[in-house]
């Protein structure tokens, strides 16, 4: 049995505690209600921005990792890898969270 949060949830309890720490937090792409696949794209004033996805652990434990990291010189490539993640799987949701510390956020999510 599976005793993962579904989506919604997750995602909800994520947009609230950045709301709540000063941040801000941003749906970019609504997925499968119940199981569907999490992306995180972090960012500070659009610095630091990072894109984080759930990863199955040699433990059999799924957490979050970065997958992608934007480089400053070529915005560019960072958003077209995420169009391209968000095609191949329209049933996955996309949150963006802006704060500083964010990945705070991200490593304490549905581990």
Same mark, same amino acid.
């Given at each position: 049995?599976?005793?993962? @949060?579904?989506?919604?949830?997750?995602?909800?309890? %994520?947009?609230?505690?950045?709301?709540?720490?000063?941040?801000?937090?941003?749906? %970019?792409?609504?997925?499968?209600?119940?199981?569907?696949?999490? %992306?995180?794209?972090?960012?500070?004033?659009?610095?630091?921005?990072? @894109?984080?996805?759930?990863?199955?652990? %040699?433990?059999?434990?799924?957490?979050?990792?970065?997958?992608?990291?934007?480089?400053?010189?070529?915005?560019?490539?960072?958003?077209?890898?995420?169009?391209?993640?968000?095609?191949?799987?329209?049933?996955?949701?996309?949150?963006? @969270?802006?704060?500083?510390?964010?990945?705070?956020?991200?490593?304490?999510?549905?581990?």
């Amino acid at each position: 049995m599976d005793a993962r @949060l579904p989506a919604h949830v997750e995602i909800s309890g %994520l947009i609230r505690a950045v709301e709540t720490a000063g941040g801000f937090a941003m749906v %970019l792409q609504k997925g499968e209600r119940d199981a569907g696949v999490i %992306l995180v794209i972090t960012t500070s004033s659009g610095k630091n921005t990072r @894109l984080w996805e759930r990863m199955p652990q %040699l433990d059999g434990s799924r957490r979050f990792v970065v997958t992608r990291e934007q480089d400053p010189e070529n915005v560019r490539e960072f958003d077209d890898y995420v169009g391209r993640r968000k095609a191949s799987d329209p049933d996955c949701w996309v949150v963006e @969270l802006d704060i500083d510390g964010a990945e705070r956020f991200v490593e304490t999510s549905g581990t």
